[in-house]
Every structure is written in C-alpha cells, then in structure tokens.
C-alpha cells in the first residue's frame, strides 16, 4: 500500500494493482470473511499546529466523522482507517483519509 500526502489531502491510501489481486484471492480463499486493518502513525514535524479534517477513521482509537482537529507542532497520534476507507482503496478509489481544513476565520 502507498501513503501520500496531496495538495488536498493530508493523507491517503492508494492500492497497487497486484495487491489488489492478492487481496482479491485472499478474500476468495476465505470465503469473503477477511478484514483489513490499517493503522498509520501521523507526526506534525512542522513547528505550527496542523489544522486537517476528517472524513471518517478512528484518531487514537477514537471514532472520529467530519470533523476538523488539530494537531500541535510536534504531535503525534495513531489513524485507524474505516472498514469503508480500507475497501475503498482496495477498490482502488485512493481514499482521502485526512484532508487539509481550511484556515480559522
């Protein structure tokens, strides 16, 4: 799997085609009954605190769903994709995981 960081997202999450068809067989072999489990370590190394939106993924084992956060310089903290999110890369639709929030007014 391939982290990214985009113009617009903070993070997302794109499968390579022949994980996908790894994936796909795995999930043939067990009868459909495997889930997927991705957890990404996220640190702000910038010296200002980050401000990023949420679609939906647990923050620290938190669920969390359209919100804005943020995060101070030289925090860290721990994302576990949804079940939706995790799919939706498999399927290979490269999720935005964390999005970059517009600035305070």
């Keep these: 799997m391939r982290i990214a960081a985009l113009a617009a997202a903070v993070l997302a999450l794109?499968?390579?085609?022949?994980?996908?068809k790894k994936i796909a067989s795995a999930k043939k072999d067990t009868f459909g009954s495997m889930n997927?489990?991705?957890?990404?370590?996220?640190?702000?190394?910038?010296?200002?605190?980050?401000?990023?939106g949420v679609g939906a993924a647990y923050?620290?084992?938190?669920?969390?769903?359209d919100r804005v956060l943020v995060a101070p310089a030289g925090a860290s903290f721990i994302v576990r994709l949804s079940d939706v999110?995790?799919?939706?890369?498999?399927?290979g639709q490269d999720p935005a995981i964390l999005k970059v929030?517009?600035?305070k007014s």
Aim: avoid cysteine.
């Design 14 to 20: 794109a499968v390579p085609d022949a994980l996908q």
């Design 36 to 52: 997927l489990s991705v957890l990404v370590k996220v640190t702000n190394d910038t010296k200002e605190e980050f401000r990023f």
């Design 59 to 65: 923050i620290d084992n938190h669920p969390v769903t």
């Design 85 to 91: 999110a995790v799919d939706a890369a498999v399927a």
């Design 101 to 103: 929030a517009p600035p």
